[in-house]
């Protein structure tokens, strides 16, 4: 099975600034897919960018990017331009492509909460 | 489009009682999930289905029933409700079969076992 580890329980940043998020994952499949998920105050789960292992490429969306190292099973995520608005508890999360689609659901880590700073 | 909706989105119940919780989809998604959400934990998936008519276990899921009779709606029984059952319990849903597909989740309901 696989498992994910966000080894930052809480991480604070100023207003502006740029902060990295830290998620690890143990897997012995060659392809699969990762995904940053962001939930704030009001519980909703959103999804913030996704990756897709055999893809070099970083994936990026406006001020979020993630840094996808696949031989040290590393998938961390860059916030720029922290705004008030980014803090929230952030789920880094692993899907298997071997099960029907991506059937099985979503493997998450424990998160990190990420505090803005004004 | 409402999206995913989940009834009821708070709800106390008595240790022995049972509850079910609906999950309503409206963007015709073939997948379904059931996940709960632990203090200090991420989501833990409990059942899924592949489409209607279908079940399948997934990490966390004794203790707990499941039923998928219309492709829209995903139904998560509690026969016996327990303490430990006390959780936000999150429904999601995507399409197609692609893993890459963006799960899409409900609001959440906060249910809590005395």
């Known amino acids: 099975a696989q498992t994910v580890t966000q080894s930052q329980p809480e991480m604070s940043v100023q207003e502006a600034e740029t902060v990295t998020l830290s998620c690890t994952y143990d897997?012995?499949?060659?392809?699969?897919?990762l995904f940053w998920y962001k939930q704030p105050p009001s519980r909703q789960m959103i999804l913030v960018i996704r990756?897709?292992?055999?893809?070099?490429q970083n994936a990026t969306e406006n001020r979020f990017s993630v840094n996808f190292q696949k031989a040290a099973k590393s998938f961390s995520l860059k916030i720029s331009d922290s705004q008030l608005g980014d803090a929230a508890m952030y789920f880094c999360?692993?899907?298997?492509?071997?099960?029907?689609?991506?059937?099985?659901?979503?493997?998450f880590g424990k998160g990190t909460h990420l505090i803005i700073q004004p | 489009n409402a999206g995913v909706t989940q009834t009821p989105k708070f709800r106390v119940l008595k240790t022995g009682q049972s509850m079910t919780l609906l999950c309503a989809q409206d963007?015709?998604?073939?997948?379904m999930y059931w996940y709960r959400q632990d203090p200090g934990m991420g989501l833990r998936l409990i059942h899924y289905?592949?489409?209607?008519?279908?079940?399948a276990k997934g990490e966390v899921p004794d203790g707990y029933n499941v039923s998928r009779l219309k492709k829209q709606n995903f139904l998560l029984g509690l026969e016996s409700a327990a303490p430990s059952q006390t959780s936000v319990y999150f429904c999601a849903s995507t399409g197609g079969t692609s893993g890459y597909n963006e799960q899409f989740f409900g609001p959440g309901t906060r249910l809590t076992v005395l």
């Open positions: 963007m015709n998604h073939e997948y």
């Open positions: 999360a692993y899907r298997s492509p071997y099960s029907g689609g991506g059937a099985d659901g979503l493997t």
């Open positions: 897997t012995s499949e060659s392809d699969y897919y």
């Open positions: 990756q897709e292992a055999y893809k070099q």
């Open positions: 289905s592949v489409g209607e008519g279908t079940t």
